[in-house]
Nanobody, 108 residues
């Protein structure tokens, strides 16, 4: 199973981006987005697990995770982006299948 992440971009602070992850299967019990900034460890940004959604404290109120099982796609809508959101973003299904990462850069 391959997960294909897309939506990379360079945006100014306060801007928005939507990441997509194609290949996210409806039967996955959990799906998530992680990110890794240069020199930092990978961290979980948001997940859907057991029908509930969870967010990293620093992105609450700004990011929204969703999935469309009809098209096997996981999304991450990111609003009011901040420079500290700059990272390589990864999607995962069941914390076993991983996408290749897509770069998000927030800079003026």
């Amino acid at each position: 199973v391959q997960l294909q992440a897309s939506g990379r971009g360079l945006v100014q602070p306060g801007g928005s981006l939507r990441l997509s992850c194609v290949g996210s299967q409806p039967h996955y019990y959990g799906v998530a987005w992680f990110r890794q900034a240069p020199g930092k460890e990978r961290e979980g940004v948001s997940c859907i697990y057991g029908g509930s959604t969870y967010y990293l404290d620093s992105v609450k109120g700004r990011f929204t995770i969703s999935r469309d099982n009809a098209v096997n796609t996981l999304y991450l809508q990111m609003n009011n982006l901040k420079p500290e959101d700059t990272a390589l973003y990864y999607c995962t299904g069941n914390w076993y299948y991983w996408g290749q990462g897509t770069q998000v850069t927030v800079s003026s």
